[in-house]
T-cell receptor, first 112, second 114 residues
Framework: EDQVTQSPEALRLQEGESSSLNCSYT??????LFWYRQDPGKGPEFLFT???AGEEKEKERLKATLTKKESFLHITAPKPEDSATYLCAVQADSGGYQKVTFGTGTKLQVIP | SQTIHQWPATLVQPVGSPLSLECTVEGTSNPNLYWYRQAAGRGLQLLFYSVGIGQISSEVPQNLSASRPQDRQFILSSKKLLLSDSGFYLC?????????????FGPGTRLLVL
């Protein structure tokens, strides 16, 4: 069974204090790994898709990396507006259907 | 550009009442459509997905059902709501490009069953 584990569950940072969120996964036939940002009471907002180990993608203060077992979302010099829950998901081939499994998220709070 | 709509945004319903949540997508054709439920502290749970009009697959047995009457319309229904149906319901769309597929989510519907 596909599994996605995100850590830590919650993270509190001072503004400007860089850190990383972890997403470890167990899946057979990885098709893609996704990062989403979710604000309270809203739907997840797509950030990145990573397809193969060694791949990296950046967007503003966020950088996502992928290995064969885990992905990191690095946040450089975060600002209060980066506060949100960050969700990781993996897509695997499941008998013709590209099944997506989500982690439970890391809740990030950035304090001014 | 593509846009996904869900309504209502919030719904409070008594136990045993019916349910109808609607999702529509604009700016794309023949999308894959999904219904998820998100409970506090838990990951998104896939309820239904559809690859075309009238084609519905269920991931979790329950008292909910889904229908896709039009290409870009997806409806989640129940004949009799249970307390356990409370949660945040999310609709998502995707388009398959080879083996690559990214899901994009709507704003969600908060359902409280009392």
């Amino acid at each position: 069974e596909d599994q996605v584990t995100q850590s830590p569950e919650a993270l509190r940072l001072q503004e400007g204090e860089s850190s990383s969120l972890n997403c470890s996964y167990t899946v057979s036939g990885l098709r893609g790994l996704f990062w989403y940002r979710q604000d309270p009471g809203k739907g997840p907002e797509f950030l990145f898709t990573l397809y193969s180990a060694g791949e990296e993608k950046e967007k503003e203060r966020l950088k996502a990396t992928l290995t064969k077992k885990e992905s990191f979302l690095h946040i450089t010099a975060p600002k209060p507006e980066d506060s949100a829950t960050y969700l990781c998901a993996v897509q695997a081939d499941s008998g013709g259907y590209q099944k997506v499994t989500f982690g439970t998220g890391t809740k990030l709070q950035v304090i001014p | 550009s593509q846009t996904i709509h869900q309504w209502p945004a919030t719904l409070v319903q008594p136990v045993g009442s019916p349910l109808s949540l609607e999702c529509t997508v604009e700016g794309t054709s023949n999308p894959n459509l999904y219904w998820y439920r998100q409970a506090a502290g838990r990951g998104l749970q896939l309820l239904f997905y559809s690859v075309g009009i009238g084609q519905i697959s269920s991931e979790v047995p329950q008292n909910l059902s889904a229908s896709r009457p039009q290409d870009r319309q997806f409806i989640l229904s129940s004949k009799k709501l249970l307390l356990s149906d409370s949660g945040f319901y999310l609709c998502a769309w995707s388009v398959l490009a080879g083996l690559r597929e990214t899901q994009y989510f709507g704003p969600g519907t908060r359902l409280l069953v009392l």
